[in-house]
């Protein structure tokens, strides 16, 4: 707080009249930046990088790698593609705000260091059909599952690896793709593939299990 006094002169008395005027300064709102996806990182993935600055509207932003400017990211967030050969750390990333009414600019934010965790390594896929072979009508359940600790979603191809034939939702155990009342066409190769929920990992695709009928 800044304390401001003013003298006026009294013509009249030739007396000095002293007026105290308060002015409050406001404290710069504090970016920070925040990031997705959350906890481990490989190299090859995109992650998003957002700057929140509270309070306040019309920002164009600044974004810092390793202490120098970016100057073509101006927008609140912006992705970054670790490139494949990355190992260790990508990266320390820091914004602020600028804007044309009071307060003109934030505080910048702490830094956010990006480090990747190293390549994308797991296994491919167990994909299983039972029974197998199967007689006509019957039900054949393929389970697919990925050794891994992470949340998968999967996708199950026939005959050709652009051929997908079902994708299933969420889990972190393993999947499965029911084949009702088989028929001669849901003979053939069968593979399937795992994505790790809300990240742009995708795994290998698995060996393929062939399905078979029995004749009649």
Not at 59 to 84: C, E, G, H, M
Not at 121 to 148: I, K, R
Not at 163 to 175: L, M, P, R
Not at 179 to 201: H, K, N, T
Request: glycine share 6%; net charge negative.
């Amino acid at each position: 707080m800044t304390q401001l006094t003013t003298f006026n002169h009294d013509r009249s008395d030739s007396m000095y009249e002293t007026t105290n005027f308060m002015c409050l300064s406001t404290a710069l709102p504090v970016a920070s930046v925040s990031v997705s996806p959350q906890g481990l990182l490989y190299s090859g993935e995109t992650v998003s990088l957002q700057c929140v600055i509270p309070g306040y509207t019309d920002w164009r932003y600044l974004w810092f790698r390793d202490n120098q400017q970016l100057p073509s990211q101006t927008s609140k967030a912006v992705d970054i593609t670790i490139p494949t050969t990355q190992t260790g750390q990508a990266g320390q990333y820091r914004c602020e705000g600028l804007r044309t009414d009071q307060p003109q600019r934030s505080q910048p934010s702490d830094d956010i260091i990006i480090s990747v965790t190293g390549e994308f390594t797991f296994d491919a896929p167990s994909l299983t059909g039972q029974p197998n072979p199967v007689f006509p009508g019957e039900t054949v359940t393929l389970t697919c599952s990925v050794e891994s600790d992470s949340i998968w979603s999967y996708k199950w191809y026939k005959d050709r690896n652009d051929n997908v034939v079902s994708q299933s939702g969420y889990s972190n155990i393993g999947v499965s793709h029911t084949i009702s009342r088989a028929a001669e066409s849901d003979q053939g190769l069968y593979w399937c593939q795992g994505e790790i929920r809300s990240r742009s990992i995708s795994s290998i695709i698995s060996d393929p299990v062939t399905i078979t009928l029995n004749g009649e």
